[in-house]
């Protein structure tokens, strides 16, 4: 069986590795093929492009999974609200008008706008039998962040009304659902949600915005595929990873690089855990590479692990180092 499902599944811990973000900017291949195309939602809707792109990662360093090359702010631009990406900025949103938003029974006209992702993925299972492939969803909230600010929530975000927050979460929810069911039926056996900004939330609004719209995706999703494992990423909540993982009671929880590892397998009652390794350290000389390394190989040496970072691949990594931590994450494994 697949090494990352293994881990996963029957609490194994064989130390597969993936990276968030491994399919980027930090690679010379992305770029030259990236300039080919000049909206990046482009790249992502031309199976074959967007394919050979979710395969670089494997090519260089052999990890243990494919993630799905695509982006969170799909589902905006798919329901109706145009999302562009611009050098140096970011993803910029157009207004959210409600009129122009699809409706929640309008299911077939959704997918058809992504089918593309969906036969990537097919072409994908198709070709690699033998690695993980990982389909992925933004939550609900951190869509909604974007949705309505109009871009990333980075320097600028205030919710101004709760209940029209609320329901556009449900709303959001419905199609994520669609999303993922559509990905695993097409080839995805591991699923990660990404709730970037759930660090956002104010503690007495988590509950309301994050853990119970979670819930519902995952029951949802449970009920047709119960043996697809789901990744939780609820990134930036600090101590609330304890109630996240009560709470929602994912497959595997996500952690940033704000979480303590031996805090984490103390609180989170076995569930596997994902990450956690500081995203910078690949811009770092090589001893602090396999300082770090060997940290989480000891600090998990009998605890479900699955290698990654606490958060996306930085643009500016070195090659050498991620080669580097795959080297030592392999020549140490049981
Ligand atoms: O390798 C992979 O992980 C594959 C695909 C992937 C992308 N985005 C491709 C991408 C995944 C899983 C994402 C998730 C994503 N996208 C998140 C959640 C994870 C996180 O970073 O918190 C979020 C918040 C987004 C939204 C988004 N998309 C932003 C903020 C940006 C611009 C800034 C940036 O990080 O580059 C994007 C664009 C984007 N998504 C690029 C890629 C490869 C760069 C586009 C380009 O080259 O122009």
New binding site residues.
């Given amino acids: 069986m697949l090494r990352l499902l293994q881990t996963l599944k029957l609490n194994n811990n064989l130390f597969p590795v993936w990276f968030?973000?491994?399919?980027?900017?930090y690679l010379p291949e992305f770029l030259e093929i990236?300039f080919q195309k000049k909206n990046?939602l482009d790249l992502c809707f031309d199976p074959k492009l967007s394919g050979e792109i979710a395969l670089q990662p494997i090519k260089r360093f052999d990890l243990d999974a494919i993630?799905v090359?695509?982006?969170?702010?799909i589902i905006p631009n798919s329901l109706g609200q145009k999302v562009y990406?611009i050098?140096n900025v970011?993803?910029v949103l157009e207004p959210l008008q409600k009129k122009k938003l699809l409706k929640v029974d309008e299911y077939l006209k959704f997918v058809s706008k992504n089918f593309k992702i969906y036969n990537q993925i097919k072409i994908l299972r198709k070709k690699i039998k033998r690695k993980a492939i990982i389909g992925?969803a933004?939550a609900p909230w951190?869509l909604a962040t974007y949705m309505l600010n109009r871009g990333?929530p980075k320097h600028n975000f205030k919710i101004r009304n709760l209940d029209f927050t609320e329901k556009l979460i449900h709303f959001l929810t419905t199609f994520i659902v669609f999303h993922i069911q559509k990905q695993i039926k097409n080839g995805a056996d591991v699923i990660q949600i990404?709730d970037?900004w759930a660090g956002l939330i104010k503690k007495d609004q988590l509950n309301r915005f994050c853990y119970h719209p979670t819930k519902i995706i995952l029951s949802q999703i449970k009920k047709k595929f119960p043996n697809i494992p789901i990744i939780c990423f609820p990134?930036g909540i600090g101590k609330n990873y304890k109630d996240f993982v009560n709470i929602v009671k994912p497959d595997c929880i996500s952690i940033d690089q704000f979480t303590n590892p031996s805090w984490a397998i103390d609180n989170f009652n076995g569930t596997p855990i994902q990450g956690g390794i500081n995203p910078t350290i690949f811009c770092e000389e090589k001893k602090d590479v396999k300082k770090i390394t060997y940290k989480y190989l000891n600090v998990f040496k009998s605890y479900p692990y699955i290698f990654n970072l606490g958060?996306?691949i930085k643009p500016h990594s070195k090659i050498e180092n991620i080669k580097y931590m795959v080297e030592i994450i392999k020549k140490n494994r049981l």
């Fill in positions: 968030m973000r491994q399919a980027g900017r990236r990046f993630i090359f695509s982006d969170i702010l990406y050098e970011g993803p992925f933004g951190t990333s990404f970037s990134r958060h996306g």
